[in-house]
């Protein structure tokens, strides 16, 4: 018994815009892949950019800072305890505002930094050490990397290639 091959354009479609041949479906035989050269200018995927959460992850006048002792790293402390509900994990990139302005920034939390009281930062990031109440309002939030979208046409880098 001969299996039937479906037609080509079952697996692939046509770019739009510059006519490359996309595949849709993987292709049941082998195929010869395409390699692309030259400059692709804008083409390229672009670099990802940063943004912060709309949302806070905490918000509350209970936080202090601690600056780096020793072998200690810089730590954010909340009296009453909610990092652990709030989510936080090692590793997390987080955005910090406060009343004062003076620990204001972008910070990383540590890879094992997360208690129910305490983050601790990466070993790069400083803090100056201040008390909740002289920290004010303290807000923390996710920071997030926007995705790149990279469907589409990967020859031309056009988004429209399917009709």
């Known amino acids: 018994m001969v299996d039937s091959v479906k037609n080509r354009d079952f ?53 202090s800072f601690a600056a780096a002792s020793g072998s200690t790293p810089a730590k954010i402390s ?33 890879a094992m930094g997360v208690l129910i009281g305490d983050l ?9 050490t201040e008390t909740a109440a002289a920290a004010g309002l303290v807000t923390i939030y996710r920071r997030f990397y926007k995705p790149n979208v990279t469907t589409g046409c990967p020859f031309c880098g056009t988004l429209n290639s399917k009709n």
């Open 78 to 110: 909340d009296a009453h305890n909610q990092f652990g509900e709030s989510h936080f994990k090692g590793g997390m990139p987080i955005n910090v505002t406060t009343d004062s302005g003076i620990n204001d920034g972008n910070y990383t939390i540590a």
């Open 120 to 128: 601790s930062l990466s070993s790069t990031d400083s803090l100056t």
């Open 11 to 63: 697996y692939t479609y046509r770019c739009q815009v510059c006519g490359f041949e996309n595949v849709k479906k993987r292709i049941p035989h082998s195929s010869v892949p395409v390699t692309k050269i030259g400059d692709y200018g804008s083409n390229a995927t672009p670099t990802p950019q940063i943004y912060t959460e709309a949302y806070a992850m905490i918000s509350s006048r209970t936080i």
